[in-house]
Structure formats: structure tokens, C-alpha cells
């Protein structure tokens, strides 16, 4: 693998070396700091789907209306991952700490504070001992990602008084790779990898943070993506891993997505985005895309339904979107960006025809897709999410159950639907906020 690089742009030199896990509250984001930014034009060779006259929400023709529903709070250290699952919203955050609290906000759990927003009861999960980057629930089961190049598996466990409208806790089941992976590779020359000058790892390791996973649509694999350039697939029911693609980038892979065809997405501080797929009759991944439009280092990728539009945002400030290549089923091309944060974009979500971007500017943008006759696709910005009081580092996304049951409020009708948006980041709070989008 050679010398390993570490990230650029995005990532101090804090949250690139090892550090106590309390070094990690304080992140900063160098290449969009610059004050002369958000009147420069982000990538302007590339097209905007935005419409001018759409460009800010207060000049939107339909009406949508956003409000906080309320703050959670419990965390001390920078949440790096949020997670839906069943009743409950899971959060990760840099000191080891798993949350979770119900992803509804009008739980009866709240506790309604005189002068103050209701907080909703957080209950720890899991406390490990080194900081979280990404996190992934799957059943009676938590996948996490750490900074100390391990991938922790924790199941549920009964505790006492636990009951049906608490959160189960878990605990430490197999940290990857396992004892039994590793012992396996140790014996055979062949299984070494350089790392560095005279230094060599067994392939099954990570050798620095591990920064995103992934999960199989059956959930039979899990996909692991790392600051040391490699991608690894991992076999969930031993835990055993199957491949390691080494060298996959020039630097640092930030975000890992997959597409229901098979098709893995990495995206890098490299600048690019390059796709990989288990060709017919093969046993390993091979590349089969590289895409090159971002001229910083790539931090979130997203995909919709059903495969056929990625997004990537990156410290360039831009939202790009690709769609498939009608003479290529393999491959994407870009379509155009979206354009309104003035500083780096760190996190993505897709719900149905709405995408929901994080940032550095502390804010977070919601846009909706919509099409022209079956071909071009435009998009406008619903609304600027302004409460956060640092960067936006993550976001989870789900249509309001309570949306035909008078949790709505007041602008609830048949033509219109009911979202929550859920974000957090370097200011330890959860907001969570209710989107409502005309039909």
C-alpha cells in the first residue's frame, strides 16, 4: 500500500491524528473558511438545476413549511452518526458514546422544561472507548466504525427494567477483524501488506480511521471504507473478511454508498468517485467508473430509491448530480449542481424526491426533485434550516407518522406530506425538525 497520505481539505489536523476523543469537539473545515466564498460560483463549469427564480425559498411558488420541533441534547462530543431504527433514533458521537431516544417527537417521553423546548429522554447504549465515525442498526444488532481502525459489532442484551418503549442496550459481540481472521493470515507471506517503509499488516486490517460503512441489501455483508485507501467487505454471519481492495484511492475514502445493482461507491479526499462491481464470473471487485468533476475532497455521497441519481457533496461547496449513462448502464455522468451553502457540504440524505444536505455553514438545505417530461430534472430549494450553531456532520430523514394523526399542526391536509429531519454535528445537539411538502 505504500506510504499512507491522510485526508485533505475537510479534516484538521486534530481529527486526523490520534487524539483523546475530546480533541474531536473541535473540527475545522480550512478550504471554506475564506469570507470571499459565497460570492465565488462553486464549480462554475457545471451547470445549476436550481432555477434562479427557485434559488431561495422565500421566492418559492408552492408553500412549505419547516419548523423545529424540538433539540435533543445528552451528548458532550461531536456527533459523527445518526441512525432510524424501529421506534428509536441512534446517534454516535467521538467519545465512544452510542444515544438513543424516540425518533418521534411527540413521545409521550418528552419532558417539557418551563421557558424551554421538550427534551426527549436519551438513554446510552453502548460506551466503547474510542471514537465513532459511522454507525449502521440492522436488526438486534449495532455496526460501528472507529477511529482506532476497528469495525465493533454489539448485540442486544436484557437488562433490568428494560421494557417496550425503552431503547435495548447492547453489548460488545466481535470486534473485526476478528481474532480468529487475523490468526488465520498470519503464517503465509502472501497475506502481508506494506503500510509503510518496513512496516507490513495482514490484509484483513484496517490500518487507519475506518470512516464508513455499508450494508448489503440482504444484510448478508458489510462494507467497510477507511482513511488508508482500502474498502473491505466483511461476511456478517462469522464476521470473516472476504476481500480488501487496497489502493483503492490516491487518499483518504470518506463515504461509502452501494446501489441495489451491486454497483459500490467511494468517494475520496482524492477529489473523485469511482465505482466498483463483482463482474459476472469474478471473485473480486473491479473497477469500472471513475468520476472527475469535484476539484475537493469528496465528503458524503446518497442515492435515491432506486439507484439512478447520485449525489456527492464535497468541500467545494456544490452538490453534484449524476445520473445513469444511457449508453453506458455502468456508468454515471453529471447532470448539473446545487448551489446555496457557502462552505463545505459534509453530509447527505435521500427521501422519496427530497435531498437533504448538511454543512460547515452550519446549516442545512432541503431540495426537491422534479421533472420535466420524463427527462430533465430541476430542482429547488425548499428551505435553509438555520439552529445549529456549529457544522452539520450528519442526517437521518423519514416520512412523519404522525403526519395524518394531528401531529402535523395546522397546515395538515390531503395535499401535502409530512417529514422529519433529523441533524446533529459539532455542537452535540440533535435537531429535529418537521418539513411539510405539498403534494
Same mark, same amino acid.
Given at each position: 500500500?505504500?506510504?499512507?497520505?491522510?485526508?485533505?481539505?475537510?479534516?484538521?489536523?486534530?481529527?486526523?491524528?490520534?487524539?483523546?476523543?475530546?480533541?474531536?469537539?473541535?473540527?475545522?473545515?480550512?478550504?471554506?473558511?475564506?469570507?470571499?466564498?459565497?460570492?465565488?460560483?462553486?464549480?462554475?463549469?457545471?451547470?445549476?438545476?436550481?432555477?434562479? #427564480?427557485?434559488?431561495?425559498?422565500?421566492?418559492?411558488?408552492?408553500?412549505?413549511?419547516? *419548523?423545529?420541533?424540538?433539540?435533543? $441534547?445528552?451528548?458532550?462530543?461531536?456527533?459523527?452518526?445518526?441512525?432510524?431504527?424501529?421506534?428509536?433514533?441512534?446517534?454516535?458521537?467521538?467519545?465512544?458514546?452510542?444515544?438513543?431516544?424516540? /425518533?418521534?417527537?411527540?413521545?409521550?417521553?418528552?419532558?417539557?422544561? %418551563?421557558?424551554?423546548?421538550?427534551?426527549?429522554?436519551?438513554?446510552?447504549?453502548?460506551?466503547?472507548?474510542?471514537?465513532?465515525?459511522?454507525?449502521? &442498526? %440492522?436488526?438486534?444488532?449495532?455496526?460501528?466504525?472507529?477511529?482506532?481502525?476497528?469495525?465493533?459489532?454489539?448485540?442486544?442484551?436484557?437488562?433490568?427494567?428494560?421494557?417496550?418503549?425503552?431503547?435495548?442496550?447492547?453489548?460488545?459481540?466481535? !470486534?473485526?477483524?476478528?481474532?480468529?481472521? @487475523?490468526?488465520? *493470515?498470519?503464517?503465509?507471506?502472501?497475506?502481508?501488506?506494506?503500510?509503510? @517503509?518496513?512496516?507490513? @499488516?495482514?490484509?484483513?486490517?484496517?490500518?487507519?480511521? =475506518?470512516?464508513?460503512?455499508?450494508?448489503?441489501?440482504?444484510?448478508?455483508?458489510?462494507? %467497510?471504507?477507511?482513511?488508508?485507501?482500502?474498502?473491505?467487505?466483511?461476511?456478517?454471519?462469522?464476521?470473516?473478511?472476504?476481500?480488501?481492495?487496497?489502493?483503492?484511492?490516491?487518499?483518504?475514502?470518506?463515504?461509502?454508498?452501494?446501489?441495489?445493482?451491486?454497483?459500490?461507491?467511494?468517494?475520496?479526499?482524492?477529489?473523485?468517485?469511482?465505482?466498483? #462491481?463483482?463482474?459476472?464470473?469474478?471473485?473480486?471487485?473491479?473497477?469500472?467508473?471513475?468520476?472527475?468533476?469535484?476539484?475537493?475532497?469528496?465528503?458524503?455521497?446518497?442515492?435515491?430509491?432506486? +439507484?439512478? =441519481?447520485?449525489?456527492?457533496?464535497?468541500?467545494?461547496?456544490?452538490?453534484?448530480?449524476?445520473?445513469?449513462?444511457?449508453?453506458?448502464?455502468?456508468?454515471?455522468? =453529471?447532470?448539473?449542481?446545487?448551489?446555496?451553502?457557502? $462552505?463545505?457540504?459534509?453530509?447527505?440524505?435521500?427521501?422519496?424526491?427530497?435531498?437533504?444536505? +448538511?454543512?460547515?455553514?452550519?446549516?442545512?438545505?432541503?431540495?426537491?426533485?422534479?421533472?420535466?417530461?420524463?427527462?430533465?430534472?430541476?430542482?429547488?430549494?425548499?428551505?435553509?434550516?438555520?439552529?445549529? /450553531?456549529?457544522? &452539520?456532520?450528519?442526517?437521518?430523514?423519514?416520512?412523519?407518522?404522525? !403526519? +395524518?394523526?394531528?401531529?402535523? +399542526?395546522?397546515?395538515?391536509?390531503?395535499?401535502? @406530506?409530512?417529514?422529519?429531519?433529523?441533524?446533529?454535528?459539532?455542537?452535540?445537539?440533535?435537531?429535529?425538525?418537521?418539513?411539510? =411538502?405539498?403534494?
Amino acid at each position: 500500500m505504500g506510504l499512507l497520505q491522510r485526508p485533505l481539505c475537510c479534516h484538521s489536523q486534530q481529527d486526523q491524528q490520534q487524539q483523546p476523543p475530546q480533541s474531536h469537539d473541535h473540527l475545522h473545515f480550512e478550504s471554506s473558511t475564506s469570507s470571499s466564498l459565497s460570492s465565488q460560483a462553486s464549480l462554475p463549469s457545471i451547470p445549476s438545476l436550481t432555477p434562479q #427564480k427557485l434559488h431561495h425559498p422565500e421566492e418559492q411558488p408552492q408553500t412549505t413549511h419547516h *419548523k423545529l420541533v424540538t433539540t435533543v $441534547k445528552g451528548h458532550t462530543s461531536t456527533i459523527f452518526s445518526l441512525a432510524l431504527h424501529g421506534k428509536s433514533l441512534y446517534s454516535a458521537s467521538s467519545n465512544g458514546e452510542i444515544r438513543a431516544c424516540s /425518533r418521534d417527537p411527540t413521545s409521550t417521553e418528552l419532558k417539557y422544561i %418551563s421557558g424551554e423546548q421538550p427534551l426527549p429522554n436519551t438513554t446510552i447504549v453502548v460506551n466503547s472507548n474510542a471514537p465513532i465515525k459511522s454507525l449502521i &442498526v %440492522s436488526h438486534d444488532k449495532l455496526f460501528t466504525a472507529h477511529q482506532d481502525h476497528k469495525i465493533r459489532v454489539w448485540k442486544t442484551t436484557d437488562q433490568p427494567g428494560n421494557n417496550n418503549n425503552n431503547p435495548n442496550y447492547y453489548k460488545c459481540v466481535a !470486534s473485526l477483524p476478528t481474532l480468529h481472521d @487475523r490468526f488465520s *493470515k498470519l503464517f503465509s507471506s502472501e497475506n502481508y501488506v506494506e503500510i509503510r @517503509r518496513h512496516k507490513k @499488516r495482514t490484509w484483513v486490517h484496517h490500518v487507519d480511521t =475506518v470512516s464508513a460503512l455499508a450494508l448489503s441489501q440482504d444484510g448478508s455483508l458489510l462494507y %467497510s471504507a477507511s482513511w488508508d485507501r482500502t474498502f473491505k467487505i466483511w461476511r456478517t454471519s462469522d464476521f470473516k473478511c472476504l476481500e480488501s481492495v487496497k489502493n483503492a484511492h490516491e487518499d483518504a475514502i470518506n463515504s461509502l454508498i452501494l446501489s441495489n445493482n451491486g454497483i459500490v461507491y467511494t468517494g475520496s479526499a482524492d477529489t473523485k468517485i469511482k465505482m466498483w #462491481k463483482k463482474l459476472e464470473g469474478d471473485k473480486k471487485h473491479s473497477l469500472i467508473g471513475t468520476l472527475e468533476k469535484h476539484k475537493s475532497a469528496v465528503n458524503a455521497l446518497a442515492l435515491n430509491s432506486d +439507484g439512478s =441519481v447520485l449525489y456527492s457533496g464535497a468541500c467545494d461547496r456544490s452538490i453534484l448530480v449524476w445520473e445513469g449513462d444511457e449508453d453506458n448502464n455502468n456508468n454515471m455522468v =453529471v447532470v448539473g449542481a446545487l448551489r446555496g451553502h457557502t $462552505k463545505a457540504i459534509l453530509c447527505l440524505v435521500v427521501e422519496s424526491d427530497l435531498v437533504c444536505s +448538511g454543512s460547515a455553514d452550519n446549516s442545512v438545505r432541503i431540495w426537491r426533485r422534479s421533472v420535466e417530461n420524463e427527462k430533465k430534472s430541476y430542482y429547488s430549494c425548499l428551505a435553509v434550516l438555520e439552529s445549529h /450553531r456549529r457544522p &452539520v456532520k450528519c442526517l437521518a430523514m423519514a416520512v412523519d407518522s404522525n !403526519s +395524518g394523526g394531528g401531529g402535523g +399542526g395546522p397546515h395538515e391536509d390531503d395535499d401535502s @406530506r409530512s417529514y422529519l429531519v433529523y441533524s446533529a454535528g459539532l455542537d452535540c445537539d440533535i435537531k429535529v425538525w418537521q418539513i411539510r =411538502v405539498p403534494l
